[in-house]
């Protein structure tokens, strides 16, 4: 509501959310109702037309286990992510790029002021793998001009414990060679 009211306001333009939209795992008997006040609180915003970005964290798709550093999450369960925030939901906005994998990751245009932005969101457990890492290349060198901002759930935490095999990848495969790539902003740990 906040978010809505200060976009109504004039003194927002874009709203970015980076994963952990719920606290239980998807199969959980409460992750229905987590999912559907995720929906809602989304809803503020898109009832406004405030363009609005996320992505999925650890809760989001049942990987709990975050000291697992390796490239992907093979047990990642998108499927209430899906049913929640699918590709077909953003669609019809005048901002929404594309997605990779119905909305695991995918990408915004926005233009704040007079500075044109890429938003780049890459989903949890996804986010360094092969396919992944090549799409956001791809996206990245289609917009060479836009200003990037990468958005994924755990890159780095006070201490970098975080940047190890993933947030490293990330870095040395999309950050590091792509020069528009001007902010990484992630979630999970607190500073």
């Known amino acids: 509501q906040y978010a809505a009211e200060q976009y109504q306001a004039g003194k927002a333009g ?41 992505v999925s964290g650890n809760h989001d798709v049942g990987t709990l286990n975050a000291t697992d550093y390796t490239n992907t999450a093979p047990n990642a369960d998108y499927s209430r992510f899906w049913e929640t925030f699918p590709a077909s939901r953003y669609e019809n906005t005048r901002w929404y790029g594309g997605s990779l994998n119905n909305n695991a990751s995918h990408y915004d245009l926005i233009t ?3 500075v044109d932005f890429i938003m780049l969101f890459l989903g949890y457990g996804v986010e360094a793998t092969d396919e992944t890492i090549a799409w956001a290349n791809d996206v990245l ?28 990848l ?19 740990d607190d500073g």
Not at 149 to 167: E, F, P, S
Not at 173 to 187: F, L, S
Request: hydrophobic letters at 35%.
């Open 141 to 168: 060198k289609t917009y060479p001009h836009r200003t990037a901002i990468v958005a994924t759930h755990q890159y780095l935490d006070a201490l970098d414990a975080d940047y190890k095999n993933r947030g490293k």
């Open 112 to 114: 704040i002021g007079n």
């Open 14 to 54: 874009y709203i970015m959310t980076t994963g952990d939209l719920v606290d239980d795992l998807p199969t959980t008997s409460i992750a229905p109702y987590q999912w559907s006040v995720a929906d809602k609180a989304m809803q503020y915003v898109e009832a406004v037309g405030m363009p609005n970005g996320l």
């Open 170 to 188: 990330i870095f040395d495969t999309i950050v590091d060679p792509n020069p528009n790539v001007k902010m990484v902003v992630c979630g999970h």
